[in-house]
């Protein structure tokens, strides 16, 4: 089966001249969206998906810039479409997530309503998996910020998507010879940011994994479609730069 990705944004949590990092998987005659920051609904826009036709979204944690079109999203499939979208979210994530949505979210002129009013919610455990249009999406703790339950995605033969997190270079070089493509964060600054990964810790995985691995999550310097095309002639064969609205034919 072939799988198409599209980035509906590449940037960081301050990006202004791009969209936040969310990702959008089509495969058969279903589809997984990654995040759903508010930059979504320009993005689907452009890119000629209705928002009424979302109905699977994985959220890989609670930084704003992953969840704040999630309150939007909610009331637009209420109002406009016709179907709750399922929510695939950490067991330990959903209460957290719901007292963020509430002040906006539980006062109706209906009455009141809680989160499964919006959303058909499904929580994961550690280390839980879920399956849809015949596709296995197992998710794993990443390293972002202590304390902070935080899950990337895998989807083999298919992506591995990092979410925000720090190289873990041991399961990322396990895991590559199982899919084709690696999505991986990468801040971009020439400095060190302790929760996120760097352009030099990217360059030390192997020479293999580099060349399945595409970048994302990254500042606005790199918003610019030249800059990032320079950085891929000067990587060619090697790591590269995904761009908001590109996609990425996988599968076969
Ligand atoms: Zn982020
Ligand atoms: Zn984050």
């Known amino acids: ?13 301050f990006s202004v001249e791009q ?5 959008l998987a ?25 928002m009424t036709g979302i109905h699977n979204v994985f959220i890989t944690h609670l930084h704003e810039d992953h969840i704040n079109g999630v309150q939007m999203l909610g009331y637009y499939s209420q109002i406009v479409g016709d179907r ?31 989160m499964s009013d919006y959303y058909d919610i499904i929580p994961l455990p550690d280390g839980g998996s879920f399956e849809l249009g015949g596709v296995t999406f197992e998710t794993f703790r990443t390293q972002h910020v202590p304390g ?19 190289l873990n270079r041991e399961r990322v070089e396990q895991v590559a010879p199982d899919v084709q493509l690696i999505f991986h964060e990468c801040h971009m600054h020439d400095l060190v940011i302790k929760s996120h990964t760097s352009l030099k810790d990217l360059e030390q995985l192997p020479a293999e ?8 999550h990254y500042h606005d310097e790199y918003a610019d479609a030249a800059k990032r095309a320079a950085f891929n ?20």
């Not at 089966?1 to 949590?13: A, E, N, P, Q, V």
């Open 148 to 166: 902070m339950v935080s899950n990337g995605l895998m989807a083999k033969p298919y992506f591995y998507y990092s979410a925000d997190s720090t």
């Open 26 to 50: 089509e495969f058969g005659d279903t589809h997984l969206v990654i995040d759903f920051p508010e930059s979504n609904a320009k993005a689907l826009k452009e890119y000629g998906f209705a």
């Open 233 to 252: 002639r000067t990587y060619a064969e090697d790591l590269r730069m995904a761009g908001t609205l590109e996609s990425f034919e996988i599968g076969e």
């Open 209 to 216: 994994v580099r060349r399945k691995t595409v970048l994302m």
């Open 1 to 13: 089966m072939k799988m198409k990705i599209t980035f509906l944004g590449t940037g960081d949590m």
């Open 84 to 114: 709750k979208p399922r929510l695939f979210i950490h067991e330990e994530l959903v209460d957290p997530l719901w007292n963020i949505l509430s002040p906006g979210m539980r006062y109706t002129t209906d009455g009141e309503r809680t």
């Open 19 to 23: 969209h936040h990092n969310s990702m």
